[in-house]
């Protein structure tokens, strides 16, 4: 594998010629832009599995390719801060890698069906999109440094909001897409916050190596670093702010809880661009750059139990609001917000493998279930209310069969993969909070989310394919074509076959080692020190329980959330497989009204913008227009009335002129000699 | 018998203030002119006097350097007066006020 790394940002490149090939050319190419796409996302594949190939032979790669500043960040960091581009290639971006330009790759074929058949207009302008959204992705995944993930966490905002707002001409469209685009960078300005207040503690924002922010803050932290710390704060609870303040960017991407209203939104966009954004792209950044700085989180217990808590308060709220909606774009919405859910969740008990794992195996399931609802639109003539489908089980097969693996695997349904990271995060939380109070409520709030999820998983597949059509579109589906089936299999295998990488509950209970993903993120083949899933162990303060013996907690994790799921399913079957399904939403009483009106996230955040901060931003205006400028402005008026006053002096007539130099020599030699004291 | 200093300082300070006088209080160019005349020749017999004074010929020839400056400021300054009578049909130092800024 000699230099396989040196053609590391090749992967990156690649997704950015499509797009300026896609933006330049795309009008006179014979697919608008879909070809360079797919072969641009091909080559990143390729390449991203070359790396996770070298990385298993036993390489890494840490590499500084561009230094754009270089200056004294003060402080406590004497020596210069540098602000670099490099990459960082090492089990968990390597793996990202893959994940991402398979998906992008996917997407792009998908989209030959689904934008391509459908004579879309502005089609270059979607692939230029996808194609710098892919970039973006991918150099954000192999970035070695805060500064410069910073910098592709805030481009890949820029692409969502491209590409939600693909459609324009309409009105809901351009809205949703600045909804996404203005929350998520709300919570961006505490990220740049966070990377300001890193830069400054530790000098350094390096990931990896000896002068990585990590190993400032754990030396800092044990009392033999010097680091920055303002304001007679400990050490320690800098640490957690400064995490904290990171985590507020990861928040807005991952949209967890508060700021996850812009995701339902965002389903304006073209399906397949959700597929992209839900899966690989911009909301798995958030939860990637958590395992990417896992390290930093693990030395602050505070910041730990905050990320497990949103977790799971995420996972429950946003699973409860799907099970009402009735589009089928927004209950994956609100899927996609709950199942994230589960990685913070994961992340934040110090299960860094499972969160990892379940990053992984959602971003196939989710792909798939968004292609597959891009496939179902198709075939419904663009009708997106599960409530006019129906029937379609018998008419397309290859979507039904895979959108039911994909759905088997979000519900979280034995053996597909959904249900081994999934069950593995529960167990990871359920043996912390046996000594943790907050913890356990995290736990409780993430198993109660597994009922609700195996709910509205299976009410909209019963209501999208069992029972009969019911409107016309359903009973004479449209057909897709073999780039919408290609894509839909291989995430379909996918998702039935990924847990394999890591059947933790099995290995534990028959102690045989099958946890390959746990050997590959433990830096078994190859890792760089310090960013290995033992080094983080050492790192994490909490205290694993179990409840009897390790076997009987397995076994009690796994088979509560597996009842809660198969109970989940089974209500859904119940209510739903039938023939004529009908809602039953008013039994659920006012709450239901409470839950299809999504809690009043949004009317409580607009009462937030228009009642607090309006009237604060206006008097901070009248602050501005009045004090400040009112001083500005009297220094210039000072100026201005001592400059009128001096312009009388020029009359232009000689006379003037000559008796003010003689006045002016007269008081000057008058001064002079009552200084010289010629006069006493 | 010489005459002494005190003399010449005053003849000199009475000739200055003539000239500044005509500076101030007159408004034909012309009379400008003499009355700067009247300044420099003021500074020329101080120069003169204590050169003679202290025995000295650097005054002497300052005061010739004086004169020739005295005479290329009337030939400016005559120029200027044309110009000025050329513009405005008068040479009242009053009337030209357009270029004050």
Redesign the interface.
Known sequence: MEGAFDYAPAIALFPLVAFVVALAFGKFLPKKGAIPGIAATAGSLLFSLWMLAAVASGETYHETLYEWAVGNAGGAATEGIEFTFGILIDPLSALMLVIVSLVAFLVHVFSLGYMNAEGETGLPRYYAGLGLFTFSMLAFVFADNLLMAFMFFELVGLCSFLLIGFWFRTKSAPSAAKKAFLVTRFGDYFFLLGVVAIAATFGTLQFAGDASFVNAADAALNGDGDAWVPAGLSTDTWVTITGLLVLGGVLGKSAQFPLHTWLPDAMEGPTTVSALIHAATMVAAGVYLVARMFGYYALSPTALAIIAFVGGFTALFAATMGVVKDDIKQVLAYSTISQYGYMMLGLGVGGYVAGVFHLMNHAFFKALLFLGAGSVIVLMHHEQDMWKMGGLKEKAPVTYWTFLAGALALAGIIPFSGFWSKDEILYDALIVGVNDPVIMAAYAMGLVAVFFTGFYTFRMVFLTFHGEPRSDAAEDPHPVGWSIKVPLIVLGVLAVVAGVANLAPVAKLAAVDITFLEHWLDGEFGAIEGLTYGAYGELLHYDAGVIGSEQLTVLIAAGLSLLLAFSGAGLAWKLYNVPEPVAHKERLGSAGTVVEDNYYQDEYQVWLAEGLTLPLSRAADRFDQTVIDGVVNGVSTVSLFGSSAMKRLQTGIVTNYAALIVTGFVILLLVLGLLGGWFL | MTVPIEYYVLLSMGLFCIG?FG???R?NALM?LMSVELMLNAANINLIAFAFYHGNLTGQVFSLFVMALAAAEVAIGLGIILVLYRNFRDVD??V??????
């Open positions: 500044l500076v101030l209080t408004r400008f130092v009053t030209p006020t357009t270029m004050r800024w």
